[in-house]
């Protein structure tokens, strides 16, 4: 079976984040002791990578359903997430370039759902993991789901 | 000598490159005159003349009409214009002519008065008059060649009628997707969102004075509706779900769209004002693309509830549920004709996607274009051709149409590349 793929990414802060600005520090949303130690963003991305096993998740052409190899790397992820409660995620979900522009938008948005779902059954709070779909709006990063620290 | 060949020279040539496609129906269209005198009497024919090539200009376009070359010598005296001397154009082999005037009023507007004949029968098919501003020569005009399109082909005309679409241009990071709206002959370009947020898929409300789109301002996509003269905004409803896939009932007075709620993404109905949204499918996996019957009372749309994409129609609240779409291949963004006869559709296989039509009974299925990067198609107010998008090996995205009857599809001429095309119905 071809594999198709989510890629994970991570940003901080809000608005600053989704725009992909380079920031040298961080002042994290204050939840919880743990806070990480000031940070910049492609710090905390290559942490989440380095310690997830990647932020890409695989799926099957047009499928929306996660396979072993993409339970494993979520539950990294979860991992991740769970000794960090204070970084909010965003997952962002693509379509396949080939299919139409609003059923791709839909596949998008069910394995970004799918991948959400995944995170919550391994005990992250629903608060800290959000979604969104590109759709096939993205060529070079179709079939990939994104998450975004916020 | 030269202008009575061309046209002849013309039919010729369209009959050979398409057999089975009846001849055109040669019109006559001699310049539309003004019972005014002096200078303001030149004032008109000046006018008159602008709108006559302009009807030449629409009539030309279709496949059905043939205009003779406009003659400015032709002028009629203004009683000529309701007693034509049908002998003169029949040895000029025009079988219909459509003519008219153009009158100043005392409030500084203008009365352009459209008549339609048969020529061999010698007796009058249609007119119209419209009371207008002098800046809205064209759209007179444009109605002109509509009466005449109707009278002699029964199908509405598409003249005065607009087409929205998402302008693309640039790569990559810096490419932008912008709602834009023309007149369909072109004219009256203008950009409707400022490019800031990714937009996709404008759909014309009936009258044509809003669409609702899908943007990408709120970080998600949402469904938003513009007024096109003010270009005020808001959102279809208040929610923080994906929504998308908006179109409008034939009344202008709903929306059905689509809506995500966890991994399910389901087919919704709502006032064009607000409210709540009425859930009208509930099966798993992705139901979208909504489209209405002209009649408001059946809606056609894709689901992949059976395993793959598929077309499935039902009554406009949810009920009698039923696939149309067996014939191998998956089905996707359909729309139903003005007429009702048809749906349009795009098939997608390991070919690639493609233009198609089907009946709303599941019958009569036959493929348009060739592909491979087809979608998107959307219906003239005549139900006679379609416009859809088409990327070219290097992946941009352009406009084109193609007749029901089959054709090579003829590209759109746009400012830079576009994708997502709704065509207006008929507007008063």
Request: hydrophobic fraction near 40%; aromatic fraction near 8%; proline fraction near 7%.
């Amino acid at each position: 079976m071809r594999k198709t793929m989510i890629a994970v990414a991570l940003a901080l802060g809000t608005t600053a984040a989704q725009a992909q600005i380079h920031l040298p520090t961080i002042i994290p949303l204050s939840r919880g002791p743990q806070q990480p130690a000031l940070q910049g963003i492609d710090a905390l991305r290559a942490e989440f990578a380095a310690q997830s096993g990647g932020t890409t998740v695989y799926f099957g052409s047009e499928s929306v359903i996660l396979g072993a190899p993409a339970r494993t790397v979520l539950a990294a992820q979860a991992a991740w997430l769970r000794r960090h409660p204070e970084i909010v995620v965003r997952i962002e979900g693509y379509g396949d370039t080939g299919d139409t522009r609003d059923h791709a938008l839909a596949v998008g948005a069910r394995r970004a759902e799918e991948a959400r779902s995944y995170l919550l059954l391994l005990g992250i709070p629903a608060a800290q993991v959000s979604t969104t779909s590109w759709g096939k709006e993205r060529p070079g990063l179709g079939r990939t789901v994104t998450v975004l620290v916020r | 000598m030269k202008r009575f060949l061309l046209p002849f020279l013309l039919i010729g040539m369209a009959g050979v490159a398409q057999a089975q496609q009846p001849a055109a129906t040669v019109i006559a269209v001699p310049p539309l005159t003004s019972p005014d005198g002096g200078n303001r009497g030149n004032e008109m024919l000046a006018v008159g003349w602008d709108a006559t090539q302009l009807i030449v200009s629409d009539l030309r376009q279709t496949a059905e009409l043939m205009p003779l070359q406009p003659n400015r010598d032709d002028y009629y005296s203004y009683p000529e214009v309701t007693a034509p001397t049908f002998s003169k154009w029949r040895s000029k082999g025009a079988k219909a002519l459509v003519t008219g005037f153009v009158q100043s009023r005392s409030d500084g507007r203008l009365t352009v008065g459209c008549y339609v004949y048969d020529v061999e029968k010698g007796r009058e098919l249609a007119r119209k008059g419209f009371v207008i501003a002098p800046t809205d020569w064209r759209r007179a005009a444009h109605k002109c060649s509509g009466l005449a399109y109707t009278a002699i082909t029964g199908a509405p005309g598409i003249f005065d009628t607009r087409i929205a679409y998402v302008a693309e241009t640039g790569f990559g990071e810096a490419r932008t997707k912008r709602i834009a709206v023309m007149d369909s002959d072109g004219t009256n370009h203008r950009y409707i969102t400022a490019g800031d947020a990714i937009a996709l898929t404008p759909r014309l409300a009936p009258n044509a004075t809003q669409l609702a789109y899908v943007s990408y301002a709120g970080g998600k996509p949402n469904v938003r509706i513009v007024d096109l003269g003010s270009k005020q905004e808001r959102p279809l409803i208040p929610t923080d779900a994906i929504s998308f896939a908006p179109r409008y009932s034939p009344d202008g007075s709903r929306i059905v769209f689509s809506m995500m709620q966890g991994a399910n993404s389901d087919i919704y109905i709502v006032g064009a004002n607000g409210g709540l949204p009425q859930r009208l499918t509930t099966a798993p996996g992705v139901d979208t693309d909504p489209s209405f019957s002209p009649d408001g009372s059946r809606i056609v749309f894709e689901s992949d509830r059976g395993g793959s994409q598929q077309l499935y129609v039902m009554n406009a609240d949810g009920s009698g549920q039923r696939r149309i779409s067996f014939s191998g291949g998956w089905y996707a963004s359909p729309e139903w004709s003005p007429d009702g006869e048809w749906i349009v559709f795009t098939q997608r296989s390991t070919a690639g996607r493609r233009i198609g039509i089907i009946k709303p009974d599941g019958s009569g299925e036959r493929m348009l274009t060739n592909g491979p990067g087809d979608e998107g198609p959307s219906w003239a107010p005549s139900s006679r051709e379609i416009l859809f998008q088409r990327a070219d090996v290097a992946g941009r995205s352009g406009l084109y149409r193609v007749a029901l009857e089959g054709s090579e599809p003829r590209p759109v001429t746009l400012p830079q590349s576009g994708s997502d095309p709704d065509w207006s119905g008929v507007m008063d």
